[in-house]
């Protein structure tokens, strides 16, 4: 950079990326080129740079644009793999070898025609937001969250801003280091104290060091794919507050949840499940799957029966999210334990960890888990993740005594508010029916309750900043879209710096929602989350943020993830969780005419099939008609575009419409049409289950129309029902197993009865 300013007789107060602008137009870019190349090409490495470049790093990020840590460890015989992940080379990371990841390029192998593209100098942004869209920032992410030890050498507010990237994780302060001069400007040295230590030492002395440096093995207690389980350090009996932060955000405490099994004191349900779990796992390794929908209790049943577990003197093993050390870690797991058993949140975002934890692990048992509303879409691969042999567990229904045991916990606590004098019987009719026997619903009851009502109410009131709000509520659609964001997202959503504004996620309002967790924010509670949106944050503004967050994905360019987040949140399924049907009125309507502007929506046949399953869940049959055919027209303009999920509803809308509005005079023929569509897909997705759902229609249509069908008509649907039948016999074991299946089974069964 001093060389540019030398050149141009400019004095030195100028960034990087504009003094190499302003060098481009006054010489010109092939000569600035040029330039790079000539002087950032090593002549001589000293041994120091060899001692610290050769350590065996996990891996080394630059910002250097030269190839100097390359031919430093290649003199020590050291292979390393450079990356350029302004070029998107993600994938050419090789195995055992230390990855040297260049944030801004690497000139070496840069022909001139690329040198805009593939060396970051004069964007004014140079650095940090194309970093962010790259590949590359998720795994730096991932390595400073799993380092037990990070070290920055020589950093420069011209590089990187570290400020805003470390702040995401604060948890790393006690293991970062920063390698400076011995004469640092003391202003410099306070501000690198705030996010870890600095070691003004220099570059020679750190080299020392890591040549004296020794290679130790890892042991159980420096495990990072995975976290090991311990008893609480303590017990006590729990209280009424704890049991009340247990229904209300989620919140577990550990000696509390101990100190039940001694006191009998009760906090959290042992549901008949529980048992049966248990009894399994003690016949030997084994595979079990978990499955509920959000605030059934899944999450509060894997905490129960890890702490039984652990009693039993079982290892249990929580599955982190990374497997940069995966093999490693099982590894020493092998050497030190028997028959494991490992819990992990999601089964399908680690099914690759799954299998091999499986393969290298074979004694090892996994209890894995996932929402029900993912799993009827993915069940079919449950079989290829876990095998065969492994036992399904749907937890979202209540036993009758897992009912009288929550209405004891409710009870001896003063939560059921007005419902208080009413008899247990009652109190246990109200959760079997009133509640459906599920949890999710028991607890929106209890937060309708007025002191509890009250309580969540007066947190929303006290005038929480429309920015912590803000931060709030994104944080909520993330979880509800089901995706685990980390605090720099949020920021990016939400259009808020929260570097500057850090207090906004540490105040008492949002912690009573969120917590943060080495750079990500969670939900304490999903259930509670869905009950502020629905009940308590006033509803268009709640519509304004979802539209705005959708353009934000719009403008994040070809980013995999906002593009994966976009598709979410315009999912109908996603809309109306955010928002309770009774209180939705048209404004799923007005998100939907809203977003239709947009260019990414305009013209997407599965935007246009989302707006169509809107009207079609709304009875608006003549609506729901034309957004499906806009969504075909589109559809046929994209070529090879698989149309098989706007075939599926379509198919639905077919059969509804013609079931519940008797004015439609077409019914036999669009009967015929939608069985075309389904038995095409039972007969290329073999796999898949919701063409039977949708064929489970057959049987409330001909309740609806067959009175009026001739005997040919007749024969015609019975004929139709026997196929879907047969084909419902060839799919595979697992799917045949789904509810939807099966329930489309018996329907047709009931059908063809009736047709004699």
Request: charged residues 20%; negative net charge; aromatic residues 8%.
């Given at each position: 950079m001093r060389l540019l300013h030398e050149r141009l007789k400019m004095p030195l107060k100028y960034e990087l990326d504009t003094i190499s602008r302003e060098y481009i137009h006054q010489i010109g870019e092939l000569d600035l080129f040029e330039l790079l190349k000539e002087k950032l090409t090593p002549d001589e490495i000293p041994p120091y740079i060899e001692d610290i470049t050769g350590f065996a790093w996990k891996r080394i990020y630059t910002t250097n644009y030269d190839n100097v840590i390359e031919i430093a460890r290649s003199k020590k015989k050291i292979n390393s793999t450079p990356i350029d992940c302004t070029a998107s080379q993600y994938f050419l990371e090789k195995n055992n070898t230390t990855s040297v990841v260049h944030i801004n390029g690497i000139l070496d192998g840069v022909a001139f025609p690329d040198f805009a593209t593939r060396i970051k100098l004069t964007k004014a942004s140079y650095l940090t937001n194309t970093f962010i869209e790259s590949p590359w920032y998720w795994k730096f992410k991932t390595d400073l969250s799993i380092a037990g030890c990070v070290v920055i050498i020589g950093y420069s507010v011209y590089d990187i801003d570290i400020a805003r990237i470390l702040y995401s994780d604060p948890v790393l302060k006690s293991r970062l280091f920063f390698i400076e001069v011995d004469d640092i400007d003391p202003v410099l040295k306070r501000e690198l104290e705030q996010y870890g230590t600095v070691l003004n030492i220099g570059v020679e002395q750190f080299a020392e060091i890591v040549r004296q440096a020794k290679h130790v093995d890892r042991t159980t207690k420096e495990l990072i794919s995975f976290r090991l389980e311990a008893m609480p350090t303590d017990s006590r009996r729990p209280t009424g507050d704890d049991?009340?932060?247990?229904?209300?955000?989620?919140?577990?405490?550990?000696?509390?949840?101990?100190?039940?099994?001694?006191?009998?004191?009760?906090?959290?349900?042992?549901?008949?499940?529980?048992?049966a779990i248990l009894d399994r796992l003690s016949e030997g390794p084994c595979r079990i799957l978990l499955h509920s929908d959000l605030g059934n209790g899944k999450s509060v049943l894997a905490e129960s029966l890890k702490m039984r577990l652990l009693q039993q003197g079982r290892t249990v093993l929580h599955v982190n999210a990374s497997d940069e050390t995966l093999g490693q870690d099982l590894s020493v797991v092998s050497r030190h334990f028997v028959e494991p058993i490992f819990f992990i949140d999601d089964v399908f975002r680690f099914s690759q960890t799954v299998k091999v934890i499986l393969s290298e692990v074979p004694r090892a048992s996994i209890v894995a888990m996932t929402r029900s509303s993912i799993y009827e879409l993915r069940s079919y691969r449950v079989a290829e993740i876990l095998g065969d042999g492994y036992t399904e567990y749907d937890v979202n229904k209540l036993t009758r005594n897992d009912i009288a045991a929550f209405v004891k916990v409710i009870d001896d606590?003063?939560?059921?508010?007005?419902f208080s004098n009413k008899s247990q019987s009652d109190e246990e009719y109200f959760v079997s029916k009133e509640c459906k026997g599920e949890a999710r619903n028991l607890l929106v009851s209890l937060f309708q309750s007025p002191s509890i009502r009250e309580k969540i109410i007066k947190a929303f009131n006290e005038n929480p900043s429309s920015e912590s709000l803000r931060i709030v509520c994104i944080t909520l659609f993330l979880d509800i879209a089901g995706f685990n964001p980390d605090i720099m997202l949020v920021g990016q959503l939400s259009d808020i710096d929260v570097f500057t504004k850090r207090e906004l996620i540490n105040n008492q309002f949002s912690m009573e929602l969120i917590e943060r967790r080495h750079g990500t924010i969670r939900l304490k509670s999903s259930i509670f989350g869905e009950y502020v949106l629905q009940h308590v944050v006033d509803v268009d503004y709640v519509v304004d943020l979802i539209v705005n967050v959708v353009k934000k994905c719009e403008n994040a360019g070809r980013n995999r993830l906002f593009f994966e987040l976009q598709k979410e949140l315009i999912r109908f399924s996603f809309i109306d969780r955010i928002f309770a049907r009774r209180k939705m009125g048209d404004k799923y309507k007005v998100i939907y005419d809203r977003l239709k502007e947009l260019p990414s929506m305009a013209r997407n046949p599965l935007f246009w099939l989302q707006f169509a399953i809107s009207r079609l869940e709304d009875g608006n049959y003549p609506a729901c008609e034309i957004h499906f055919r806009t969504a075909y027209s589109h559809a046929s303009r994209k070529g090879n575009f698989d149309t098989f999920q706007i075939d599926n509803h379509y198919a639905r809308f077919l059969l509804e419409s013609r079931t519940k509005d008797m004015s439609y005079r077409d019914d036999f023929k669009v009967f015929l049409e939608a069985h075309a569509l389904l038995i095409k897909q039972a007969v290329k997705e073999e796999d898949a289950y919701y063409p039977f759902r949708v064929a489970s229609g057959y049987l409330p249509f001909f309740i609806a129309r067959g009175s009026s069908y001739d005997e040919n008509q007749k024969n015609v649907i019975r004929k139709s029902a026997e196929e879907v039948i047969s084909r419902a016999k060839l799919i595979p074991r697992g799917t045949k197993k789904h509810h939807h299946v099966e329930q489309c089974v018996a329907n047709l069964g009931e059908l063809l009865a009736m047709l004699g």
């Open positions: 049991v009340l932060k247990l229904l209300l955000y989620g919140s577990i405490e550990g000696a509390a949840l101990l100190g039940q099994g001694v006191q009998s004191t009760p906090y959290v349900v042992r549901r008949e499940v529980e048992e606590n003063g939560l059921w508010a007005d």
